[in-house]
């Protein structure tokens, strides 16, 4: 067991070295800042950054993107507790009783109890990482294409539970991704496909312009709609240190958030914001007195931030094991890795044992480095929250701007990014979640070549998907998803978690 | 016979887009080879789930008449036109050199909010101007010209 953990040891030496220290920092910065911030969240932000590392070794180019995502998550839930606002998607059901706490005076140990549960979860985190990744890329070499498709299913289904709005909608969204993603060249025939005769559009559409159409423009825009609202607290933040009867309700709590992101972080489609859902639903549901939630009942703190940090953290496991990016976020550092010319993989882990273990160690750093940033510094944060909107969407736009053009040095993506952001603002106004769409895309190319290929070996039976072990479990475990998604208590918190949101 | 009502206009108008993009695509995916399901063409997939699409967007119409919702705000045009424009005029990069577009590009979006007070954004396009410059340029060496290139030089 303790053998396990010996590579992070290894890793730790790498995630030590001044250069990568200073960008797990300045990636934890960043992500809180914008998770801090509502308006702009680590997708946006992370294919802003994305061609800034060419320039970086790949280690200290993953170690500041993963920074970012997790650092995020602290982030997020102070402008949860003090404004009402989820500073970051993953944040919202953090609303509900955060917000109230603080009304009751005690916004102080509602921050504290986010930032140390997002703590113990990022270590728990990073060794189960450390545990289960070595055996889950092992078990990658037994995937199939069928397993590999199956797998994907199970994703977009996930995928589906955090969307706002309807089911059909939802799969409506998911099914204009994965046509989306067909454009461009077969990688079979070599056929162009719906490419209207743009030669830019030969390798299909640029994942970073389409990302931060929908998210950032198409968010800019809605924000812009309606004159700022935003109080923040003005009173005393008050006594950071929860009493002993936090401690005691956080406590199993936390433990539960933590286990419960850690394995929904695994799931392609998975991540922050499902897995804080799902903590914040069971917490309710297992609780003496379920009344309590909503009107500032600490666990309900303390289950969701553990269980987006842990499930931020382990989604790195399908891209480092599978090769198959669980999110978009994850997808971008994807796209850093083939920057370097590393594919993400099974392989990653015996052929780059420094990028893989410097990474995982790296979270150690960066958790320890997030509650110094987030807890004495909280009022920093809070003063940044009074800076007006007006003033700073246009820097987010200026950002989007280089971010895109310099990825390719293609104008023509600068263009699609003002059709996806209108698109995207079009999406908001009809009540569609991008987020599924998004996802969709990603995979959409995977999910071809592994149906194409199970489909010849198969030779044209279809049975094959439900025939083979692990693809039936696969496939079973997404229509038991579904099966949760219509069942009426997990109904009711995601609607009320919605209906918090502005 | 009552006449048929939209009761669900966001629904509707994604049920739309949904059919009318997916018809788009199966039109020019059209003269792709399909394939059979065991050697799938370049074609079978768009074309099948171009189908399904429809079959989603039919269903999201039909609900958009017989289960009502609230109609969504109209369109707030003034950003939606101010920020398209700012990007189109980041498009001019290569052209004028980031100083100057950066500056465009800001005061630009800033049409979008009508709380704009002109001294604080034209501070802010120089101080973001001069910052993209230092970062981007300057020290990650990224390749866009700093100044006009329109003249000629």
Known sequence: MLDAFAPIFGGLSVALEPANLLYCFIGAMIGTLIGVLPGIGPIATVAMLLPVTFYLSPVSALIMLAGIYYGAQYGGSTTAILVNLPGENSSVVTCLDGYQLARQGRAGPALAVAALASLFAGVCATLVIALFAPPLAEMALLFGPAEYFSLMVLGLVAAIVLAQGSLVSALGMIVLGLILSMVGTDVNTGALRMTLGIPELNDGIGFVPLAMGLFAIGDIIRNLENPEARSVMTGKIGQLWPTRDDFKRCIPAVMRGTSLGSILGLLPGGGAMLSSFAAYTLEKRISDDPSRFGRGAIEGVAAPESANNAGAQTSFIPLLTLGIPANPVIALMAGAMMIHGIQPGPQVMTNNPDLFWGLIASMLVGNAMLVVINLPLIGLWVSLLKVPYRLFYPAILVFCCIGVYTLNNSIFEVGLLILFGVVGYAFLKWGCEPAPLLLAFVLGPLMEENLRRAMLLSRGDPSTFITRPISLGLLLAAFGLLLLIVLPAFKRTRAQAFQEQP | ?153
Request: charged share 10%.
């Open chain 2, 1 to 153: 016979m009552l006449p048929i009502r939209i009761r669900n206009r966001g629904e509707f108008s994604f049920a739309t887009v949904l059919i009318g993009g997916a018809a788009w695509g199966l039109w020019l995916v059209s003269d792709l080879r399909f394939g059979t399901a065991m050697r799938m063409g370049p074609g079978y997939m768009p074309t099948m789930l171009c189908w399904i699409a429809i079959g989603i967007g039919a269903v999201l119409a039909i609900r958009s008449v017989a289960v009502s919702a609230p109609p969504p705000a109209a369109w707030a045009w003034r950003p939606v036109l101010s920020i398209s424009a700012a990007i189109g005029a980041f498009m001019l990069v290569e052209k004028i050199g980031l100083l100057v577009c950066v500056g465009l590009v800001v005061l630009v979006a800033s049409l979008g909010d009508r709380e704009t007070r002109w001294s604080h954004s034209a501070m802010l396009a120089a101080g973001l101007a001069t910052f993209a410059a230092l970062i981007f340029v300057v020290m990650l060496g990224l390749p866009m010209p700093l100044l006009p290139t329109l003249l000629g030089y």
